[in-house]
C-alpha cells in the first residue's frame, strides 16, 4: 500500500478562513536552496539543481536583488537587502507541500556562501555547502555592496586567517552544528586560502566538515570539466546527506550518478601546491 502524507493548510475565502488537508503520496523530502554568487544569476544553476533534484528531493534556485538589473541599479544593493532575499526565497521553499522543512539544504557560492553562513543564524539549515565563501568585513553592513573593495581594503582583510569572534559569517559558523562542505578552488585568483582557512577553523560544532580542493579550478568555475567535476562532488556529498531521498528517487540513476561523482571527486581531492593568488 502507497504511504501518503498529510498537511494542515488554511485557505482564504473572502473574509473567512477554511481549514483543510492536503494529502500526497510518499514521504517529505528534503529541499535544496542555492544561492549564486556577485553578478551571477540562478540560469547558472539551474542545470546542477535538475541534477540534484533526481536524488529525490525539491531545489530552489533564484536570483538575488539588484543582479539582474542595470550596472546603476546594481550599484545599490547591499548585503542587508541580499540577505532579506535569501531568507524570503528560503521560506518559500520551506513552505512548499512536499519539502520537509527540517531537513533543507543551503549551497552558496563566493558572495552567495558568505550569505547563506549568515542565513543559519536566521533560519533552520541542516546541511551547508559554501564553494568559495567569500569574506567582508562587518562594518558598512547596510552600503551598497559595490563600495565595499574601495572602503574595507579587502585584498588586505582576505590574507590573514580571521577568528570566528571577528567576523558575522565566521561566527554563524561556530554555532552551526549541522553538515558542513567546503570546496575551494586550486586557481582561486579572488579568494585567498586564508579565507577558506578561516572558514574551515570556524566550524568547531558542525556535525561532520567535508573539505575538497579542486584541482586546476579558477574561481568561477570557468570550464565545463570544472562545471561538471563541482556537480558531481556536490551529488555524492548530498547523495550521503540523504539516503531515505535516494530511496524515494531513480534507484538506477542515482546509483550511476554516485558512481560518476566519486570518479570525478577525485580529482578534486587535493591541496593546491601553488600558494593562492591575492584578490585583485
Known sequence: MMTVHERKIAITAGERLLAGTVIMPGALMPGALFV???????????????????LGSVCMAFDLGGHAETVRERETVSRESNLADVVAAYDMLAAHPQVDSARIAVIGSSYGGYLAAILTTLRPVRWLALRAPALYRDAGWGHPKMQLHREQN???YRRSVRSRDSNRALHACSEFKGDVLIVASEHDDRIPRAVITSYREACTAATSL??????????????DDCQQA?????MQWLAEMWPDARRGSDAAAVKAAISDASAQATAADREPEAPPAVLT
Open 154 to 156: 579587502l585584498e588586505e
Open 210 to 223: 567535508t573539505y575538497r580542493c579542486m584541482a586546476g579550478a579558477d574561481h568561477g568555475l570557468t570550464t
Open 230 to 234: 563541482y556537480t558531481a562532488l556536490l
Open 36 to 54: 549564486h554568487g556577485w553578478g551571477g544569476s540562478r540560469q547558472q544553476y539551474l542545470a546542477r539543481a535538475r541534477e540534484i533534484a533526481a
